[in-house]
């Protein structure tokens, strides 16, 4: 689904749940280091979580069910340097994923609540 390396990414935004919250880091490539509210991070859930979000089938259908997550991506890329990820209830086995405003793809539904919860951890 986020076709830049985790190594590329310089933070996040990310509405849940009606609220919002920020990741932020410093340092460039490997050598980046995450922060929430200024607290460091260990992003491995969090890495795993994003790395397991696939497509499991293509489509342009247009989101009708609540919105699970948002996602704001920023990464180190003067070309892309920023891309936003939306995931929709589709149905109990799947979400739809939103990428910059245009419907792509269906999600396992199981990926998205492990990102949710990799989140949770970071923000609880």
Do not use: H, W
Request: glycine share 4%; proline share 2%.
């Amino acid at each position: 689904m986020l076709t830049a390396d985790f190594a590329d990414i310089t933070g996040l935004d990310i509405s849940l749940e009606g609220a919002e919250y920020s990741i932020t880091s410093t340092g460039k490539g490997d050598k980046r280091t995450f922060y929430y509210q200024e607290e460091e991070l260990d992003t491995q859930d969090l890495q795993q979580a994003l790395e397991n979000l696939t497509a499991s089938s293509f489509t342009q259908e247009s989101p009708s069910q609540k919105e699970e997550i948002s996602l704001t991506v920023y990464l180190d890329n003067e070309n892309y340097p920023s891309v936003q990820i939306q995931f929709y209830r589709y149905d109990g086995e799947q979400c739809l994923a939103v990428v910059d405003g245009q419907p792509v793809s269906l999600v396992s539904r199981t990926a998205v609540v492990d990102l949710i919860e990799a989140i949770n951890a970071i923000i609880l």
